[in-house]
């Protein structure tokens, strides 16, 4: 069974930061690309990473560029957000997902969801 589970959510201060944790069960890490994506009360749902399987190919959109990172482990199965001078406006609850494709798709595409982790960020 395919799953994917989020970890390290939390409270931080403006300015700090958390790594995000998102581990894959029920097939190899490598497979397929992973992305990550925020949800915000009241708003619609955001990319902000994505990992291609096929070449490592990252992508970023400018709201997080040069303040997230995502990376993976395959030995671990697992795929980490290392997220920076974190903001009011980053707060949301965090999202890993697959689009079941080597290469990163659009949003809609993604077809397995975790469960979610929250990031809240105190001023």
């Known amino acids: 069974q395919v799953q994917l589970v989020e970890s390290g959510g939390g409270w931080v201060q403006s300015g700090g930061s958390l790594r995000l944790s998102c581990t894959v069960y029920?097939?190899?890490?490598?497979?397929?690309?992973i992305g990550w994506f925020r949800q915000a009360p009241g708003k619609e749902r955001e990319g902000v990473s994505c990992i291609s399987s096929s070449d490592g190919s990252i992508y970023y959109p400018d709201s997080v560029k040069g303040r997230f990172t995502i990376s993976r482990d395959n030995a671990e199965n697992t795929v980490y957000l290392q997220m920076n001078s974190l903001k009011s406006e980053d707060a949301a609850v965090y999202y890993c997902?697959?689009?079941?494709?080597?290469?990163?798709?659009?949003?809609?595409?993604?077809?397995?969801w975790g469960q979610g982790t929250l990031v809240r960020v105190s001023s």
């Open positions: 029920g097939f190899p890490l490598d497979n397929y690309a």
């Open positions: 997902a697959t689009d079941l494709s080597v290469e990163c798709s659009p949003p809609a595409y993604f077809e397995i």
